[in-house]
């Protein structure tokens, strides 16, 4: 998020945070998460230094995408990978609204020509739908409130502290044996200071059970696990997100 | 009369007996937390009111604690001639990965692009080119100094960086000292002598007194350094400034005793860590005797009509406030007390100083409540005008408050 901001920045877009153009703010929209999509192959440790590259670029004619590339300055291995889409919404309907032919170019002036992905592989993790989940869910966390730390400067929830909820449903045995390998998370509605949140979590099988019964399909049956998440309002049930998570287990 | 010192710095009342103090700290056995008793949060106002000052959070995640330092300087030996000797706290060395996540997703800029942004120089010859800011002992080894850049993600709704944040680089300030000078001893906080005896570094006490917030984009500059509090304490201290402008920003000053790991209680301090870290004590002093008094009093609760209270309840711990010990980081208690505070005071007020004193570790499973007592509230709005909390941070089912 920091980089994404600091780009945005350095090219002359605002530097209230929000990185809109000229015509953006004219016309009173921001820019809203849609998807986030979190791959990361070795967490880094105290000490460490990271760098991180990041470019944008339009997503069909909705909207655009952000893509990371996480090294180890050190020895410049990749450890992680990351990409976003997003759209844009107006400040004061909160109605999404397609990206005009005038803020393109403002944006993607920026941005480079050739098309360049983070996840350039066919059928990567980075495009999985994550469906609808149907009660019941195999653990949940209720009654989730937000603190003041997690707003910002719109006082709505922000999209960071969505990751500590999805996760705080997960079984304390999974979190003390695996790490997070991947995360993708759908951003369907907005969350403000005095809502009440629910965190469930549905177990998900993996679908290479039902490919070929190769030997390579147990081991990694047994290495990862899997996850889809859902949070929603206590109250009335109507989903603010929904994600899937994918564990590796730790060589401890 | 230092041992009372020592103890009284622990649990500081007029009156509490030492022994007694003592003895309650001691009966709990391990995780489970009772009570956090914060003194005299004082607040000044905005001096522009239409302007909205939230202490919120922002995003502001502890930095890491990693089991391998994959600095050059670990070795730092070689590199000082002097030994230099600060213990520090309980943190535990071992990543904590919900925030090594958190630490991904917000990030650090690569080094030259940011350099160039910023046309950053370093100003004072005595410190040497600190590429990635992981600081440089200065000063003959008497102080260790480090600069941040405020991130995005430390910055509440008000745009400035929040108290959490700032606390987090006194943290890391710290163990980074610590480490420069070779003293990281197994991973806990602890010196070689003291891991020898299984003893960590807990802090019982920090005031704080902030003069100017930084924001987005800001650097600071922080310095620190220790000396002895009482006969079997330590004191460190930090002084933090912008670094362009060289304006105070805060000023700190915290107190740490020794525990057991294992039967949890204090300690004294033994002969062989005093050899160690005495050497290093170094007498500046960042906040006043005179001033600290003055701002842990606390507030006039006289008439209990006149005063309001505000309570939090169901205040619990979240997956990401935790350390590997399943503890409660330090940083993440001024959160739980700032929920209390009423959103009025919050709104036209930004924090001017803090006094906390830490008596009890908190697990996973405790249910806390905050609860704000206002006092000495001015009536009328005027910038200037101070207002003074008194914070308690206690288990819903506790009896002690």
């Known amino acids: ?252 | 009369m230092a041992g009372s010192l020592a103890a009284s710095a622990f649990f500081p009342g007029p009156g509490s007996s030492p022994a007694a103090s003592a003895r309650t700290s001691k009966s709990t056995t391990g995780e489970l937390p009772e009570n956090l008793s914060v003194r005299g949060i004082v607040a000044k106002p905005n001096p522009s009111p239409g302007v909205m000052q939230v202490k919120a959070q922002a995003q502001a995640l502890p930095k890491v604690n990693g089991t391998k330092v994959n600095h050059k300087n670990v070795g730092a030996n070689a590199e000082e001639s002097i030994p230099y000797t600060t213990p520090k706290t309980f943190y535990n060395q071992l990543p904590d990965w919900s925030m090594l996540l958190a630490a991904v997703t917000t990030i650090f800029l690569a080094a030259e692009k940011q350099w160039t942004l910023l046309d950053w120089k370093p100003k004072r010859p005595d410190m040497l080119v600190d590429t990635f800011g992981f600081g440089r002992i200065i000063q003959d080894g008497l102080v260790f100094r480090q600069n941040f850049l405020i991130r995005s993600y430390e910055i509440g709704a008000d745009r400035t960086a929040s108290i959490e944040a700032l606390m987090n680089h006194l943290q890391e300030t710290a163990l980074n000292h610590v480490k420069t000078a070779g003293l990281l001893g197994d991973g806990f906080g602890a010196t070689p002598e003291m891991s020898k005896r299984n003893l960590i570094w807990v802090v019982s006490k920090i005031q704080l007194l902030v003069d100017k917030y930084p924001s987005w984009g800001d650097m600071v500059q922080v310095d620190t350094w220790v000396a002895g509090a009482g006969k079997n304490g330590m004191r460190r201290d930090w002084h933090v400034r912008d670094y362009n402008s060289g304006c105070t920003i805060l000023r700190a000053t915290s107190v740490w005793v020794m525990m057991n790991k294992q039967t949890r209680r204090l300690s004294k301090m033994p002969d062989a860590v005093r050899a160690e870290i005495g050497p290093y004590f170094n007498d500046r002093s960042a906040i006043t005797d005179a001033q600290s008094e003055k701002l842990a009093k606390p507030g006039n609760n006289i008439d209990s009509d006149a005063t309001k209270q505000f309570i939090r309840k169901g205040l619990t711990p979240r997956w990401g406030d935790l350390d590997v010990n399943q503890h409660v980081n330090n940083v993440k208690y001024i959160g739980w007390i700032l929920e209390s505070a009423p959103i009025s005071i919050l709104e036209k007020h930004e924090l001017a100083s803090m006094t906390l004193d830490y008596r009890k570790e908190c697990g996973r499973d405790s249910v806390l409540q905050s609860i704000t007592t206002v006092s000495d509230e001015c009536a009328d709005d005027h910038p200037g005008s101070n207002i003074q909390c008194d914070h308690l941070l206690q288990l819903e089912s506790g009896a002690d408050t």
Not at chain 1, 119 to 142: H, T, V
Not at chain 1, 177 to 186: K, N
Not at chain 1, 202 to 208: A, K, L, P, Q, V
Request: charged content about 25%; proline content about 4%.
């Open chain 1, 1 to 252: 998020m920091e980089v994404g901001c600091n780009h945005a920045q350095s090219v002359g877009f605002s530097t209230d945070g929000f990185a809109t153009t000229t015509t953006m703010r004219k016309l009173g929209l921001i820019w809203v998460t849609n998807r986030m999509h979190i791959e990361i192959y070795k967490y880094p440790a105290w000490g460490d230094v990271v760098e991180i590259e990041t470019w944008c670029q339009e997503d069909g004619r909705i909207g655009t995408r952000r893509d990371w590339i996480l090294k180890d300055l050190a020895n410049g291995e990749v450890i992680g990978r990351a990409t976003s889409k997003w759209v844009m919404m107006n400040q004061n309907t909160r109605r999404l609204q397609r990206v005009s032919d005038e803020v393109r170019d403002e944006v993607f002036v920026h941005c480079p020509k050739t098309p360049r992905l983070a996840f350039p592989e066919e059928n990567n993790g980075s495009l999985k739908k994550i469906p609808i989940l149907s009660d019941p869910a195999q653990y949940s966390r209720l009654g989730l409130v937000p603190r003041r730390a997690d707003l910002d400067m719109n006082q709505h929830v922000n999209n960071v502290t969505y990751i500590g909820w999805v996760l705080e449903s997960i079984p304390q045995d999974i979190i003390d044996t695996h790490e997070l390998q991947t995360i993708t998370l759908d951003y369907r509605r907005e969350c403000q200071h005095d809502d009440i949140v629910d965190s469930l979590t549905y177990i998900e099988e993996g679908e290479d059970k039902s490919m070929n019964g190769s030997a390579s399909a147990a081991p990694h049956k047994e290495q990862q696990q899997q996850f889809l998440h859902c949070l929603r309002f206590a109250g009335s049930g109507d989903e603010i997100n929904r994600g899937r998570t994918v564990w590796r287990k730790l060589a401890r």
